[in-house]
């Protein structure tokens, strides 16, 4: 059988395309704080990667790099102080942090309006009640790549390998939301391999290979893989062996090219979005 490729690339260049032309449709020029602190070679990357991207749709970046040393008191001010600036639309702290400072003295520090990552307890608690929010990226970036190549969620079972609050837990929701039933999976569950077998839609956020056989996924499933994993030959891939499922599933997301794009993409949709709430 031919198995669709799902690609984050092609839907990714569709959603900045739209959001570039909103924003020259309405003139309203959207602001995000990056906040960078310490010298992560991979957050380095991943900074550069969405200042770039926000340079490419229109939106201002604003960049705080700050050093490995950096204190608890200098960085609650500086969060503090762009939460409160009515020129910052939306504010993105890169994790992980330094060792010696803990995220969750500092996500909630960024008010649920300026919390383009959508990780703050009122985005998710909305998402969970089905109210609207900042949603997070990386799932709602699952939910566009299905909907632009025409996948149909509703109805479709839906398994959720891992129950981050990251990804399992606002994929759940958000698939919820589009009216899918759904199972969440985690290291904990009994017999994994008969509820990866009942998936039309298998969405797999591990972040370990191997632990999913490619002969546990039928032939009708649509396959998600969130992983990402840097191996030794320098190639980079996802939580599943993607070449034994090629043929042989009905869709497929590849890795890279994946879900991937879809994470920095809904970023600037999320800044957008939340820069015409702060303008009305």
């Keep these: 059988m031919e198995t669709l490729i799902l690609s984050g690339n092609e839907t990714s260049k569709k959603i900045r395309a739209e959001i570039a032309g909103r924003i020259k449709e309405t003139g309203i020029v959207p602001s995000l704080a990056v906040v960078l602190v310490g010298s992560d070679p991979a957050s380095a990357v991943y900074v550069r990667n969405k200042e770039k991207a926000c340079e490419k749709t229109g939106i201002r970046a604003i960049n705080h790099h700050l050093p490995d040393d950096t204190d608890a008191a200098t ?6 102080g762009l939460d409160s600036d009515p020129s910052v639309d939306g504010i993105l702290l890169q994790l992980p942090l330094p060792a010696h400072l803990d995220e969750k003295d500092f996500l909630p520090l960024i008010s649920a309006e ?3 990552d959508g990780f703050h307890p009122i985005n998710q608690g909305k998402l969970l009640t089905g109210e609207d929010a ?3 990226c990386t799932p709602n970036g699952v939910i566009q790549i299905l909907k632009h190549f025409g996948v149909e969620i509703s109805g479709k079972h839906a398994v959720v390998l891992g129950r981050s609050n990251i990804v399992g837990k606002p994929m759940m929701s958000l698939l919820l939301r589009e009216n899918a039933t759904v199972t969440v999976c985690h290291s904990k569950t009994a017999d994994l391999e008969k509820h990866v077998a009942t998936a039309d839609i298998l969405i797999v956020a591990l972040g370990k290979r191997g ?4 002969s546990w996924i039928r032939p009708e499933t649509v396959v998600v893989d969130v992983g990402i994993h840097r191996l030794d030959d320098g190639s980079v891939a996802g939580d599943l062996e993607q070449s034994e499922l090629m043929g042989r599933v009905k869709a497929l997301t590849p890795v890279p090219g994946g879900v991937g794009p879809m994470t920095i993409t809904m970023l600037l949709h999320n800044t957008l979005k939340a820069a015409e709430k702060n303008r009305q």
């Design 75 to 80: 960085l609650r001010n500086l969060l503090m």
């Design 134 to 136: 900042l949603f997070s």
């Design 114 to 116: 300026k919390d383009v």
């Design 211 to 214: 632990i999913v056989k490619s």
